[in-house]
């Protein structure tokens, strides 16, 4: 078992005892120091795998713990803490990342019990999954691995008007494991390509259910960066939609910047063929990557999807409801569609309406669900009561 200990460094004790208190609840080791000399000492001792950092201190700051945690080669996961500006939270996040930390949060001080509780819990160390790559082949062929379906909205009058197909895998002994997990398995054993095409499939078939009760519902797939390298990509998808007879226009590719990036040469050619074929391409996780203007020129997109992190904090915080808004605007003025995902609630809802989104995708809707359940909504009203 792996025992997740907690080292807080905060000058106000009386934080510093709340954290370890929340801490030991959900199940961790936890001890607070008030500065860095009984940190280091603390730090030796109980060897943490996990930091707690506030980042003003009256003998040093958040930096230079981090230079030291990076200088003893520590591997810890670190939470960030301030009543520090979001912006400069979120810059020492980047520094920690930059020096390979796993940042599991950076929280803005009045610190709210409930929501430390469930990042602690959310970040413990769990039982290593003993999950071999020889156990996907198993999973595939005895159709471990299925597939869910999360409804996209029209905003301007709630009808649902796609669903992304989402990868799931219930392991016999493990059971549900989520797609974060397999996935990196699959592109890390070469077994990707074939993961791939099985949720393509699923979809295809998807596909041709929805248009029987919506004609112009369509489909999105998730594609690896790894799945570009093949150059038969674009006939093998072709084949498999003449084959059910599936409009490739109903179905959407969804890729990351790193997708485009990966080998630029191949990528291109195999993104401009799946254009040329008739699909559209989604870029997935937008504002999370680094190149993201120059690819918005050079790739041949249909749609861009808001990464959550703006989506979520869009009526909270004003920098990501600029970004939300600049990132809408841009793309109209290319000529793409908008998808949001990771709506939640209302109110980001009509934030989005205001801003002139096009789709909208999340839990506030609806969460992924069978395919079944999915054909349900669409022969219901084939809209969103929280849209329209
Ligand atoms: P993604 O493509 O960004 O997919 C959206 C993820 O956000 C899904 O998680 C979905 O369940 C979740 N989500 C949707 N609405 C909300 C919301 O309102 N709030 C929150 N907090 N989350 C929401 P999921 O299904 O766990 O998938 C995680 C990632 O795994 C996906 O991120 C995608 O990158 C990858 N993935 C899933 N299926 C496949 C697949 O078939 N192939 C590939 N290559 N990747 C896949
Ligand atoms: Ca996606
Ligand atoms: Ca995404």
Redesign the pocket.
Known sequence: MVTNRLLILDDEAAIGTLVATVARKVGYEAEATTDFGSFREAFDRIEPTHVVLDLQLPDTDGVEVLSYLTARGANVRVLLMSGFDARVLDMVGQVARDRGFDVIATCRKPLRVPELRDILRRNAHEQPLALEPEALDQALDEGQIFVNF?PQCRLSDGVIVGF????RWRHPDLDLI???KF?PLAERSGRIAR??HY?FDQATDAAVRFAACSPNCGVA????PLDLSDPHLADKFAQVCRDKGVAPDKVTL?MTESAAMSDPVSAKEALVRLRLKGFRLSL??FGTGYSSLVLLRQMPLSELKID?SFVTDCTTSHDSEAIMEAVVAMAHALGLSVVA????TQEVLGRLAQADADLA????MSR?VGLDEACRMLTGSGQMAQIS
């Open positions: 999360q992304e197909a989402l990868a989520a797609p974060d996935i993961l791939t949720v797939v998730n594609v690896s969804e997935d996780d959550r995902e990771g709506v939640e995708q999340g839990y506030l992924p």
